[in-house]
Nanobody, 116 residues
Framework: QVQLVESGGGLVQPGGSLRLSCAAS????????MIWYRQAPGKERELVAS????????KYADFVKGRFTISRDNAKNTVYLYMNSLKPEDMAVYYC?????????WGQGTQVTVSS
């Protein structure tokens, strides 16, 4: 079955960096675009970044452009989110998602806390 497992979250000071990982299994990873979302307390889940199957096309929400980078390693079935210059407003649970056979599959999420 499709499984997505995020990791790499934690506590970081404003201006700091984190690398999130999402390990995928149960489907042909290299054939599917992958997406990172986030959800802050009391807010709706929002799209952060997406990456095409080969990694050649990457798109970002305006609020992370220039600070976050999405990448993937198809040999490792893993998608990454490199987060730099973190701000308190980036604090959220971060999720990866794949759309597989018209169904959306989500990981359990990883908490990112930005605080001094």
């Amino acid at each position: 079955q499709v499984q997505l497992v995020e990791s790499g979250g934690g506590l970081v000071q404003p201006g700091g960096s984190l690398r999130l990982s999402c390990a995928a299994s149960g489907f042909n990873f290299s054939s599917y675009p992958m997406i990172w979302y986030r959800q802050a307390p009391g807010k709706e889940r929002e799209l952060v970044a997406s990456i095409s199957t080969s990694g050649g096309t990457r798109k970002y929400a305006d609020f992370v452009k220039g600070r976050f980078t999405i990448s993937r390693d198809n040999a490792k079935n893993t998608v990454y989110l490199y987060m730099n210059s973190l701000k308190p407003e980036d604090m959220a649970v971060y999720y990866c998602k794949v759309r597989w056979y018209e169904n959306d599959y989500w990981g359990q999420g990883t908490q990112v806390t930005v605080s001094s």
